[in-house]
């Protein structure tokens, strides 16, 4: 059974540092296109970084390049978001998830594995 668990939110003052881990059960984060998404409130999810099985190629959104760093520990099974500088509109919950495919895909349909998520508060 493939589970995919978040753990590293909670709450932050403006301009401090959090690290988000993922680690997943089922699958090898080698086999598998791995991203952070965020849901804030009102809005929709968006992916905010993406890593490829590889590792070679990663992907940030605009709003977080500079800031977040996302990277894998291979032998721990594990993906990491750590999160910088960060903006009461970094406000959100955060997924991990899993995708088959080779390319980081904004799409969350290409997607297979969800994690539940982990509350990410900033406050100003």
């Known amino acids: 059974q493939v589970q995919v668990v978040e753990s590293g939110g909670g709450l932050v003052q403006a301009g401090g540092s959090l690290r988000l881990s993922c680690t997943a059960s089922?699958?090898?984060?080698?086999?598998?296109?791995m991203a952070w998404f965020r849901r804030a409130p009102g809005k929709e999810r968006e992916r905010v970084s993406c890593?490829?099985?590889?590792?070679?190629?990663?992907f940030y959104a605009d709003s977080v390049k500079d800031r977040f760093t996302i990277s894998k520990d291979n032998a721990k099974n594990t993906l990491y978001l750590q999160m910088n500088s960060l903006k009461p509109e970094d406000t959100a919950m955060y997924y991990c998830?899993?995708?088959?495919?080779?390319?980081?895909?904004?799409?969350?349909?290409?997607?297979?594995?969800w994690g539940q998520g982990t509350q990410v508060t900033v406050s100003s």
């Open positions: 089922g699958l090898s984060v080698t086999d598998y296109t």
């Open positions: 890593i490829t099985r590889s590792g070679r190629s990663t």
């Open positions: 998830a899993a995708g088959g495919s080779a390319f980081c895909y904004s799409n969350e349909r290409n997607y297979n594995y």
